[in-house]
């Protein structure tokens, strides 16, 4: 019997609570938010693509996805739902070793665990994410915390969208771009 992309989740997170980070996959209607806010074509940069809930929104929106994922068991999944998409299994904390060397996205979508992370790791994230960019390219973080979950970098704007109280947990979207 095929398990569902709730009981999949949630057995990964029992399995691996800081990796998964979360109980559930993210809704649909928060899935559909954070891909409206990747351009409307393009290339996007997956970092923690869980069962596929924002891969499935990014595509549906036209977009073409490179998914990372550290569950191999998730990896798996992702190549048989999503075969048009490019998995990777590995850490996302670190995608630059698992990329093309100087792959550029149009977009790059986060839902890794990063406020249980120190500082310095979350700002280089942010640095090593908005340096695979296109210029004035979106990196949404997507995350529990109601504040900005990365530290504040000069030349780096930060935007609130909106809030989605219905996930379980609520989630808080936050889009990041470099100014140039």
């Known amino acids: 019997m095929a ?32 891909a409206e806010e990747m ?7 997956e970092l923690g693509a869980g069962t596929g809930a924002v891969t499935e929104a990014l595509l549906a929106r036209g977009l073409t996805t490179t998914a990372i994922e550290y569950d191999p068991g998730f990896a798996a999944h992702l190549r ?8 990777l299994q590995g850490d996302a904390f670190t995608f630059d070793r698992l990329i093309a060397h100087g792959a550029r996205f149009d977009g790059i979508v986060s839902g890794l665990p990063v406020v249980g992370r120190s500082t310095a790791q979350r700002a280089s994230l942010l640095r090593l994410a908005l340096s695979h960019l296109e210029p004035g390219a979106p990196f949404v973080q997507f995350s529990y915390a109601p504040w900005p979950p990365y530290p504040r970098l000069a030349h780096v ?20 771009r470099a100014l140039h």
């Open 3 to 34: 398990l569902t992309h709730d009981a999949r989740f949630f057995r990964g997170f029992l399995a691996h609570p800081l990796a998964v980070g979360a109980v559930a996959p993210s809704s649909p209607d928060l899935a559909a938010a954070i």
């Open 80 to 87: 048989t739902r999503y075969p048009s998409s490019e998995v």
């Open 39 to 45: 351009p409307p074509r393009g290339r996007v940069l």
């Open 157 to 176: 704007s930060v935007s609130h969208a909106p809030t989605f109280w219905r996930n379980i947990p609520p989630m808080h979207i936050w889009v990041h």
